[in-house]
């Protein structure tokens, strides 16, 4: 490599100025400008776009909540012309685009009827709300009639977006060139000039005048980036060679740093692997009873309902509840609640302790027991002989109605491949048996 130049010699002969640091200035100022502006009216009109979807979201919450009953009645008492009268008067609703209602019927694909305010584009960018419809015959029933969606007019949220999106163009082009104009101003008259200074002494720096210090023609009061690069420069031409120096040595350092730092990161890895390891155990079971929790029981069910649909198998679920838990905590104290909700877990894995039965808690004095390759006869006699073994435990319960012990209402449900789609209908229709047995007088089981 050749020797390098002396700084004295380089600084000889400056490069020509090719265009003023102004000029430059406006340009790029000017540019900024340009993407600020298309950038601000971007997002701004993207919230504004989802202020409007959520405002009209509101108004089609609104309009369900008025028209959700008379509705649900209608369906109900199977008034074809209130039904007809009422989807009208949603339809004619400004927010709305189009109305779908959707009426099941038993063993056939429900019944659809539609209304549109023929304005809404063919492109749906406008929300949609789906609500299900439910009527109350009588205090406690709940039934299910229907479901209905409204869709929003695109039309409109398209019209309300335009006439907000001139008002944001107009402020936000106002907003640029005040800003532009600002910049320019503030940049000629407190850093063109001074920037020429340091360019010119930079110029004139060599070996010799390292020890001409730096001095910019302002007041002295003045305490911003302008003194802080003053200041620097002047730090860098006194302490230039002892930070090479330091420098070097810092890499050697450095070198040294990262070898440990590797070990350590290697160390600690293999320590987060480890923690994460149990982590994921500890959050699959309980920590009560060390059964299986929700988690577990969520990620099984569906493996186990796909296979009973896969290969024709029977598939039953018991779902079981602690008879007068509340009662018993309170008479007992909730350390003697937990030590029964083990013998509860140790009762139910004694009894159910096959390759894929699985026990799992919900949650509280809820479990569930899911049992592959079960009928509904043999899970009987399984949760009989669960309440059977659980008797013979004699846990003592103080104030229960049902008996002086603790007693379990297990609810059985089994698997009909006509009738059942997906787990959780499965799941439903034991919660359902679990009810009637409490209904019944509680300790029994139910299917």
Partial sequence: MGRPE????????P?????????????ATLGFCLLFTVLAVGV????????????????????DQVFRNTLSKAIWEM???????QLDSVSRAAPVGRVELQLPRTGREPEILTRSSGQNLATQRAPTLSRTLIYEPYPGAREVVGRLILEGSESLLWERLYHQLIDIVVT???QSLLLAGLIMWMFNQTVTVHVRVIARHLAQLSPASLGKRLRLERSARRQDELSLLEAGINKLQAKLSTYLERQRQDELDLAAHRDRLAELVQERTAELRAANARLEELSRSDPLTGLANRR??????????RRAQRLNQPLTVLMCDVDHFKRYNDTH????????????????TSTFGRAGELVARLGGEEFVVLLPGSDQDSAMRAAEHVQQRLAERALSHGDSPVAPHVTLSIGLAAFDAETM????LLLHRADEALYRAKAQGRNRVAD
Wanted: proline share 2%.
């Fill in 172 to 174: 936000q082009l106002i």
């Fill in 79 to 85: 008034d074809s012309e209130a039904l007809t009268d």
């Fill in 6 to 13: 002396p700084l004295d010699r380089a600084a000889s002969s």
């Fill in 333 to 348: 104290g909730h350390a003697a609640g937990d030590r029964c909700l083990k013998v509860v877990a140790e009762t139910l």
């Fill in 44 to 63: 701004r009109s993207w919230f504004a776009w989802g202020n409007a979807q959520y405002a009209m979201e509101s108004e089609l919450t609104l309009i």
């Fill in 296 to 305: 577990q029981f969520d990620e099984l069910k569906d493996v186990e309902f």
């Fill in 15 to 27: 490069a020509p100025l090719r265009q003023s640091l102004g000029r430059r200035l406006v340009l």
């Fill in 421 to 424: 789609d997906r787990f959780d």
